[in-house]
């Protein structure tokens, strides 16, 4: 019982040294942001706001990024991560005799999560905005090379690197981030009824292709 208590208390134990608790603030920060973007959307999602959501002052907001626009870049590049991770944990469970198919469900467990809509929302913003296009230009160039055939290996090889093979996944990816947007913009932000069905004709049109 003692040495549960221990091991209990050393995983939930506070941040000791200087760089971890600024790790810690950052990610509280960040959470924060996710959550405000997640709620109100990017033109609610103010340092007031994130530093209420934190519970911290707007000198430790500003202590850990040069401003909102640095915040959502490091928001954005833990939303991406994490879509990463959906979407390789989904690519286990896929059928590897149909890669192309399999791509589209692994590609729909990242697009299709509610959190896309932090990634629609800084997007959307960051066109009109250059301080915040600055900081996010290095992670939208990041999206930009992993969802690119050309410049991704591993995506190649899973969709194919003739033109039509190229067009057929271009089109995929763009009914999916319509998909997303179209879900983002809804009253609650809930998904379509008619997802499923898109998703299931695509796979569909993967298998068929992989058979020519």
């Known amino acids: ?16 040294t200087q760089a971890e608790r600024s790790a ?9 942001a996710r959550a405000s973007l997640m709620d109100t959307g990017y033109g609610r999602t103010t340092a007031v706001e994130v530093c209420a959501r934190a519970g911290v002052t707007r000198g430790a907001l500003f202590h ?13 590049e833990e939303v ?16 590897p005799r149909h890669a192309a198919a399999a791509y589209i469900e ?14 629609i929302e800084v997007w959307m913003a960051a066109r009109n905005d250059p301080a915040l296009r600055k900081e996010l230009d290095p992670v939208i ?19 194919g690197r003739n033109p039509d093979d190229v067009a057929f996944y ?34 569909q049109l993967a298998r068929t292709r992989s058979k020519r």
Do not use: Y
């Open 170 to 203: 271009r089109l995929a990816l763009e009914a999916m981030i319509g998909m997303a947007l179209g879900r983002a913009v809804a009253p609650g932000s809930k998904p379509m009824g008619h997802e499923g069905d898109v998703i299931a004709l695509l796979k």
């Open 106 to 119: 692994t590609a729909w467990a990242g697009f299709g999560h509610p959190d896309f809509k932090i990634v």
């Open 1 to 16: 019982m003692i040495a549960k208590l221990i091991r209990t208390r050393n995983q939930t134990k506070e941040p000791n």
């Open 141 to 159: 160039e990041r999206f930009r090379r992993a969802a690119t055939p050309q410049l991704n290996a591993d995506l190649a090889a899973k969709v």
């Open 80 to 95: 991406c991560a994490d879509i990463g991770i959906r979407s390789r944990n989904a690519a286990e469970s896929g059928d």
């Open 24 to 32: 810690a603030m950052r990610a509280r920060l960040i959470a924060a």
């Open 64 to 76: 850990h990024f040069s401003g909102l626009s640095e915040l959502f870049a490091a928001t954005l």
